[in-house]
Nanobody, 127 residues
Framework: QVQLVESGGGLVQAGGSLRLSCAAS??????????MGWIRQPPGKARELVAV????????YYAESVKGRFTISRDNARNTVWLQMNSLKPEDTAMYYC??????????????????WGQGTQVIVSS
């Protein structure tokens, strides 16, 4: 029903920047009601919420590890969400997933709250 496609990952040196994009196939009305999040999973580690933005931008969450370095944004008219990543560190290396929560009511999230997931895009930060 909903497809999410991430792009923008790659290999970058520590201190560099990347911008991840997530394009959603959902109708504009549906996307407008979805909270959108970025979740990452480093190799051999558990998945971690990186950032979430509510449907109306009223609630924005960042993991402490990325606060001040990453910025999540969305354009509901374009069915797109971005994650701007600056000052990248080797510990940011992970598979990054775009995910959508169709509940419309949440103001806080855990990874299991997201019912639509993209295929992931790999981010590798070299030292």
């Amino acid at each position: 029903q909903v497809q999410l496609v991430e792009s923008g990952g790659g290999l970058v040196q520590a201190g560099g920047s990347l911008r991840l994009s997530c394009a959603a196939s959902a109708s504009r009305r549906s996307f407008n009601n979805y909270a959108m999040g970025w979740i990452r999973q480093p190799p051999g580690k558990a998945r971690e919420l990186v950032a979430v933005i509510s449907w109306n931008d009223r609630t924005i969450y960042y993991a402490e590890s990325v606060k001040g370095r990453f910025t999540i944004s969305r354009d509901n008219a374009r069915n797109t969400v971005w994650l701007q990543m600056n000052s990248l560190k080797p510990e940011d290396t992970a598979m990054y997933y775009c995910a959508a929560d169709s509940s419309t009511w949440r103001t806080s999230w855990v990874p299991g709250d997201f019912n639509y997931w993209g295929q992931g895009t790999q981010v590798i930060v070299s030292s």
